[in-house]
């Protein structure tokens, strides 16, 4: 018997997985996108499935915001703004030691995801946002990678475990990626934190399915309704003549021309500055934020508190990185504006 057999005992019990079932786990990388509410609940139950290793990538702080569903995070992440890759791995490794845990405070590009995914068995969807989620899904049917989507809004969850050229990916549904801004967010319309456990855990479940026996994983829809109950299994055929996994074509991964200047978070209902060319930069901008009043809560963010010509309450956020984020807008302008002023020197 494995020395680690009596943690697993359970989980070894049920008649899918088993010894060998286990020992596949054990041996899995998984890539998990995103450590927020989905994030949290994912990587706390895959921790304790015992998965080899785990690696997280996100690009955002812990909030007093998000405890009401992020349950890897208390009020202590939540002043000391730390990032939630760190705070969630630092309590992962509490929680089951034998899983290598990787956090890394990133925000996830045509030019880092293939070497993310290439690491991967399996990559666990914990996003908030289509521009991500076709990225992860380009990346993963180019590598012939599974993938697992989830997504919240209210009451209601969706999950698709995607298994490159035997089911349908996002594009055999989705041909071209939705405007975010024609989309409801979870800051407009809410979510529950059971909705965010009943989807993650179905994600999980269909990751350890995957992980324990990759062929037999069904591929259909599961769509959830937390409040009335309701469970419906959606089988969905692949398109063949879906450009990315029937033409192998993946728009997502070629970056047209320069990188973005600016990243509109619509469900954190924020915008996102990318790094500054000159990464001298970042301690200007570091020391600005200080000047005007900010705090350096821990060593990977630099933090204002600022009001705009309306005097509506921003928060400024500079990450280690060299990131910038503007809280509590979606007006790039506007966030620009609030960025600059807090600068105060034509170097930043
Ligand atoms: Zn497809």
New binding site residues.
Partial sequence: MPETTPRYARQIRCAPIGEAGQARIRAATVLQVGCGALGTVQAELLVRAGVGRLIIIDRDVVELSNLQRQICFDEEDARLRRPKAEAAAARLRRVNAEVEIEAHVTHLTPENIRSCVRRADLVMDATDNFETRFLINDAC?EAGIPWIYGGVLGMEGTVMPVRPGVG??L??LLPTRPEASALPTIADVGVLSTTVTITASTQVTLALWALTDPGGVDCAVRALDVWTGALRRIPLK??LA?P???RREFPSLEAAGPPPDHTVMWARNAVMFPPPADPALLAARAAALLAAGGVHPNDDVWELAVTDDAGAPHTLTLFADGRALVSDTRDPALALALWRAAMNSPDC
């Fill in positions: 049917v349908p990916c594009r055999c692949r398109n879906c990315c996994c029937a």
